[in-house]
């Protein structure tokens, strides 16, 4: 079973509109979650993260927020640039084990000029 | 940006053949990890290492050895490639200490694409 899911598998949004991804888990034991974004034929590239006891982070454009009685996350982008069209992954770790990240299947962002 | 490379970046191989590939990564962290990459899977980790010598499994560590004998290499070997190991491999590293949430990320090298035949 999944443990972080992704799912919408594609998302496509206007250039200068806020861009939403959305994340949910199953594990409670999960207290920290990360965001990474990857572009075509490289690696992942880690975007911002949130430890469990926050409810938002905000780092520039990006803004992740955690809902812990939902066990969901989001990712908003505001505003929305061409550059931000990517995969983007969801990850989440269990603090005190060797903090090994589970990632979602991710979902692909298209921003449109 | 992170040290890391991945050698090879592309390899076909044939079925029954070995395959190693190695990470390299010049940050002196002490944790190092393997993942595939496939459609509809997203990242799944194969094996990660938590110092010199010391390895544990992942969730698709069937048909996956690693070894780990200095601080900046990690090698991932097929013992035997099959063809449902044709994937995107990629190295990842963590400068995680013990109780530090700031330093849980990790940062990923650029890939290697395996493709068996």
């Known amino acids: 079973d999944q443990q972080v899911k992704q799912n919408s598998p594609s998302l496509s949004v206007q250039e200068g509109r806020i861009s939403i991804l959305n994340c949910d888990y199953t594990n409670s034991m999960f207290d920290y979650f990360l965001w990474y974004k990857k572009y075509p034929a490289e690696g992942p590239t880690f975007l911002i993260s949130?430890?469990?006891?926050?409810d938002k982070n905000e780092d520039g454009r990006f803004t992740v927020f955690l809902n812990k009685s939902a066990k969901h996350l989001s990712l908003h982008i505001v505003p929305s640039q061409p550059g931000d069209s990517a995969v983007y992954f969801c990850?989440?770790?269990?603090?005190?084990?060797?903090?090994?990240?589970?990632f979602g299947k991710g979902t692909k962002l298209s921003v449109k000029p | 940006d992170a040290g890391i490379t991945q050698s090879p970046r592309h390899k076909v191989t044939e079925t029954g053949t070995p395959v190693t590939l190695r990470c390299h990564q010049t940050e002196n962290h002490r944790y190092m990890y393997w993942y595939r990459q496939d459609p509809g899977h997203g990242l799944r980790l194969i094996h990660y290492s938590y110092g010199v010598k010391d390895t544990d499994k992942g969730e698709v560590s069937d048909g996956y050895s690693v070894s780990r004998s200095k601080t900046e290499d990690f090698l991932l070997t097929l013992e035997s490639a099959t063809s449902s190991q044709t994937s995107v491999y990629f190295c990842?590293?963590?400068?995680?200490?013990?109780?530090?949430?700031?330093?849980?990320?990790?940062?990923f090298g650029p890939g290697t694409r395996l493709t068996v035949t």
């Open positions: 949130i430890s469990s006891i926050k």
């Open positions: 990850a989440a770790s269990v603090g005190g084990s060797q903090g090994n990240l589970i």
């Open positions: 990842a590293i963590s400068g995680r200490t013990s109780g530090s949430f700031a330093s849980y990320e990790q940062y």
